[in-house]
């Protein structure tokens, strides 16, 4: 392991020329930005003095991105990815925090696994990780964890994330439990019993390819007894990756209703169908999968009611070997860190999202559902910053990804958008296609 | 007509070339029945049949196909199990195609297994045997073969298949060759055993057997695997799946005079089919069998340039050729 240290030093600087969007304070103009000692000194016009200026003319400087939903796989499977590669591939794709779902091996269910986590993050000092705790001791659904003393030493939500809380009385008891201390739970959606074997979404797709379906069924109906124990326990309950139109559905009713329902969407579920996995694309397989049309447009739609405030990717690395074994042996999930913001801003391009609206459901909104210090350029705030050509094209080649694992659907198809710098803490950490470690 | 390189699926075959194997198959099925069943088309080619699966006819007809054609057949049977499927797939397509085998036969559990080994195996004409529940091509043709012998053409002709069609490659492959070949197919199963959204085929979908029935040219029934099935809750029993799918011989007299009954195989009599049917005049079940036989010797023949040569193969055949030509100049 390189010795990295602990503080880096910072120069100040100041980004020159760009159009500065920072939604949680209403900014969305041509304007610089000042970083001085780690921090956002101020954003409006200024003089360049003797500090470095950063050339941001023609791009878009908002707050570092903020991805709630990553998988890190360390410790326990760090031949698919670790906290360090994780780290490059989320500043090369302009995220400066990141939350890290708790399925590591041995799971985040101890303080001890979380310290480790956040100290080795620290450590490499690239990106700000934050963990997200289990929800059940080994993930198995039985006994809660210490969730008090997790949260303490830094557990910022509550997940059993690549396996649903299926039990209905152990789901209540977490919901009633976390929200005595306003803790956030945050569910994988799928009833078990009902999507056992499946492989891709169920439908003509499936039908054509002679391989198991996962109805879509099996995440609504587990979505709707969540939000009826959401109402008994008065909690606060977030949807992790919703998929399909009945959920959105839900979702939208129940925080009609005042709920404290929140949800996040995956940029596969928006940008792509179940039509990507003819042909046995295993790179096109997750879980929960890709949907049909009519459920892409409803998560669209609920992107653009706020419906769905979030865009977490669900980063899902996966060697090769968990790949290349035939669709129904495959590995679910896709890595996404690196492909979140191109593939998001197909929506503003689609006139879905203005480009603040969309930016926000990328930093102040998840940072705001987390109370996490972050997702803004305010005065003071810790230069977390996200520089990037919304016009730029580029082809993605999924061997020059900063991730260990390369499997993503997109290889080879043309991306716009193109992130230029990423700065976290003050510090440049991405620069055109270079991580300064 | 396109030249054939794989034989993946019926999704991948012009009508152009499913009507050239019919065409040669039907030519080869007097070879079998001569008393000399031989004949030298395939010497020097090499068979590998590779079944992850249990077959009897299928694997049987492959190898007998290339043997009378004069290739030299291997047989690989290899149970899987279900975790290491994927791996020991991949593997073994690797090692085979390293022997510089001219045709791979694949068998296996995983939908998508042809289609993955033929695209890491350039150089290797690659046989779908049967992929889980997606396709089964082989059979499609030998059908078609059988069907032709009683009908001329099968276009405007209905096929009726009953049973399990949820998990049936063979119902698949029809519902794709249907559509190529203009017939129709009607369906008949509990909602059970239907695939979500199967009617988008265009094909009829009937709960009701008996309602099914007529206007049908051909009963085609599915094997019923009970282990799997009454465990998953497709439906209550055996006894309960007879009355109401179970082609006897009174459902037979609904049917018209000509129509005719088939079943790919393996039958559990007294289950989808009575013995009476299975064993009476409309049967074409052991047609089927020995159509099996002529259709794979079509699909090798073709598949090992009874054309012309696929491009991509004659490269690496030309670079042996002219490799040994120097050592004949150098002795």
Known sequence: MPAYPVVKCMADFLIKGGHVIDPANGIDRSADVLVKHGSIAGVGKFKAGTEKTIDARGCIVCPGLVDMHVHLREPGQEWKEDIESGS????????????????????????GVIRQVIERANQIGLC????VGAVTRNLDGKELT????LAGDGAVAFSDDGMPVWHGGVMRKALEYASSFGYLVIQHAE?????????????????QLGVAGIPSEGEDAMISRDIMLTQLADARYHVAHISTRGSVALVRQARGQGLKVSAEAAPHHFALTEDEVLGFNADAKMNPPLRTEEDRQAVIEGLRDGTIEVIATDHAPHHEDDKRCGLSCAAFGIVGLETMLPVSLGLVKQSVLSMPELIA????????????DAGTLS??????????????????DRNKLQSRSKNTPWHGREMTGKVTHTVKGGRVVFEHGNIHA | MTQLNHLLGIRQLEKAQIEYLLNLGGSFVGLSRRNVKKAPTLRGKTVINLF???STRTRTSFELAGKRLSADVVNISTAASATSKGESLFDTGQTLAAMNPDVLVIRHSLAGAAEFLAAMLPDTAVVNAGDGAHEHPTQILTDLLTLRQSWTDVAGKTITIVGDIAHSRVANSHLISAAKMGYKVRLVAPKTLLPMQVERYGCEVFHDFDAAIPGSDCLYMLRIQAERLTSSCCFPSIREYHTAYGLNMHRLTLAGENCLVMHPGPMNRGVEIASEVADGAKSRILDQVENGVAVRMAILTSLCGGGTAPARRDGKRKQAESVMSAQARLL
């Open chain 2, 52 to 54: 992850f699966e249990n």
């Open chain 1, 146 to 149: 210490e969730m008090r003393e």
């Open chain 1, 191 to 207: 009833d078990l019993q009902l999507t056992e074997g499946g492989c891709v979404n169920e439908g003509w797709v499936s039908t």
């Open chain 1, 88 to 111: 490059r591939a989320a500043v090369a794709g302009g995220v400066t925090t990141m939350c890290c779902m708790p399925n590591t091996q041995p799971c985040l269910d101890h303080a």
């Open chain 1, 379 to 396: 005065e003071g705030a810790a230069a977390d910053i996200c520089i990037f050509d919304p016009e730029a094209t580029w082809r993605l």
């Open chain 1, 361 to 372: 459901k990328m930093a102040c909104n998840p940072a705001r559902l987390l109370n996490l």
């Open chain 1, 128 to 131: 700000n990780v934050h963990p």
